[in-house]
């Protein structure tokens, strides 16, 4: 029962990518799940949540640049990025849990996938 992160790759800076959520075991319209990511020698960081009910989050530092959407009939959720950065460089998850709960609550984490903004 878990997650897996799919869809990460090499772009320049301003490219896009769009990574896949999917997930095994379990059906993804009851629960809230997030996009995170953890770049080299840094924490892990919360970067898109979608409710149950549709309702997206995100901090400013993403926002107008990342989307998160799912699609429950296929047991996907997808985050879409534009206007890539070499910050946004990174091992990107995602994992369920409640949108406004800390980051230590989610669980049904997966191996991520590698972002990777250079020139």
């Known amino acids: 029962v878990q997650l897996q992160a799919s869809g990460g790759g090499s772009v320049r800076p301003g490219g896009s990518l769009k990574l896949s959520c999917a997930a095994s075991?379990?059906?993804?319209?009851?629960?809230?799940i997030g996009w995170f990511r953890q770049a080299p020698g840094k924490e892990r960081e919360g970067i898109s949540c979608?409710?149950?009910?549709?309702?997206?989050y995100a901090p400013q530092s993403v926002k107008g640049r990342f989307t998160i959407s799912r699609d429950d009939a296929n047991n996907i959720v997808y985050l879409q990025m534009k206007n890539l950065a070499p910050e946004d460089t990174a091992v990107y998850y995602c994992?369920?849990?409640?949108?406004?709960?800390?980051?230590?609550?989610?669980?049904?984490w997966g191996q991520g996938t590698l972002v990777t903004v250079s020139s």
């Open positions: 075991g379990f059906t993804l319209e009851y629960y809230d």
């Open positions: 994992a369920r849990g409640e949108c406004h709960g800390p980051l230590s609550d989610f669980y049904s």
């Open positions: 979608v409710s149950r009910d549709g309702t997206t």
